[in-house]
């Protein structure tokens, strides 16, 4: 009876297949979908974060792709699509939909860094080795570590006019919506195209049946 029971807990798992990557790493999917998963990336060394002025997000700007860190998670958009881990070089799993983070990230956010400026202000930028970064993030977030190390190395950030701030954040809305279009538009051209070869692909094999 027991080697019963064990033979058919076996079979079950055989055929249920692998556990995904993408419930492995905690990510959301859609049960059945199927969805590439981004190739691993590659760091000359540790990398080095610094964090996003007036966000709990955290960026590596010496790398060529954009790589996040927020909420105890590394983050990275690829092909339209989003992907974390909870390493930095390998173990990306798919997430459905943009996260929440996102929203508040400037679209020109590497042209602010490469120029030292925020807002138009001198942005004093600090480089922070990853490991501490992931040691400590929860207590900065809680204890608001960035707002109180003189505004997050912006000079006059407080002194910024509300109507100039409320600017800003249209513009990062509207930067934001623009992206949302341009991806959505990205995956229902994938779709169709990916319907397309579907179709090419049945219309071949009736005519090899003839």
Known sequence: MKKLLFGTVLLALVLAGPISPVMAAG????????????????????????VIPET????APDV??????????????????????????SGWGYYK????????????WRNDYRQGRWKGHQWDRRKVP??????????????????????????????QP?????KYRDDQRRQQESRDRDRLDKERRDRDKRDKDKRDKRDDDRRDRR
């Open 162 to 166: 509300q109507q100039s701030q409320q």
């Open 64 to 89: 060529d792709v954009d790589v996040f860190f927020y909420g105890g998670w590394w983050w990275r958009p690829w092909e339209g699509r989003w992907y974390r881990s909870q390493r930095y070089d």
């Open 27 to 50: 990510g959301r999917m859609d049960v059945g979908v199927s969805v590439p998963l981004p190739p691993p990336l590659m760091f000359p060394a540790p990398p080095q974060l610094v």
């Open 56 to 59: 709990d997000v955290y960026v």
């Open 97 to 108: 939909g943009n996260p929440s983070f996102y929203g508040h990230v400037p679209s020109g």
């Open 130 to 159: 990853h490991q501490q970064v992931q040691k400590n993030w929860q207590g900065w977030e809680r204890d608001k570590h960035w707002e109180k190390q003189n505004h997050w190395g912006v000079r006059d950030l407080r002194k």
